[in-house]
């Protein structure tokens, strides 16, 4: 999970500044990834990166606080309003519901429509493309003040549209949790 990537002199931790990597998982391939809206739509949706380039890019700097307890200070991230992105998938007049996907098979986040609609899909961070090892080359990025550091969804491959409420199963929060040190 989330960690810190930098430490003190004299004990005194240091403001972490950056984020700390993790293993990719070997079922992230950056160069086949596409992102996938399906769902309760009127279109269903298949991305390439090259696709995403059509779309209005917007950056969010803000600090990014992690479950163990450290922050990383001041992130510019750069990407696609999901909105925009569910905007051209056109969401049924019922769906309510989103459940984010990794690209890695077993993470997974539920959201309000609403709430999915004001996140960014990242694909910089501080003004280079966005690395894999930090969740390249797209990453959800919530901005509402009710996100947490597990809903920020690395490798995202599909959104998945719907009426009702997706299953605490399909939650990242209890995977992320039992990844804290």
Do not use: N
């Amino acid at each position: 999970m989330c960690a810190p990537t930098g430490f003190s002199v004299g004990g005194v931790p240091a403001p972490v500044t950056d984020l700390r990597t993790h293993p990719v998982p070997d079922a992230v391939d950056a160069e086949a990834w596409a992102l996938r809206v399906t769902g309760a739509v009127d279109r269903s949706l298949r991305l390439s990166a090259a696709a995403l380039e059509s779309f209005p890019l917007e950056t969010v700097t803000d600090d990014f606080a992690c479950a163990e307890g450290w922050v990383a200070d001041g992130l510019a991230w750069r990407g696609i309003r999901v909105g925009d992105i569910l905007e051209r998938a056109g969401p049924s007049a019922e769906a309510e519901y989103a459940l984010v996907r990794a690209m890695d098979g077993d993470y997974a986040c539920s959201f309000p429509l609403e709430a999915l609609s004001d996140a960014i899909l990242a694909v910089e961070l501080d003004g280079e493309p966005l690395p894999v090892d930090h969740g390249g080359p797209a990453r959800l990025v919530p901005t509402g003040p009710d996100r947490d550091c597990w809903t920020s969804v690395k490798w995202v491959s599909e959104i998945r549209i719907g009426e009702t409420p997706f299953s605490d199963a399909d939650t990242a929060k209890e995977t992320a949790l039992s990844r804290l040190e």
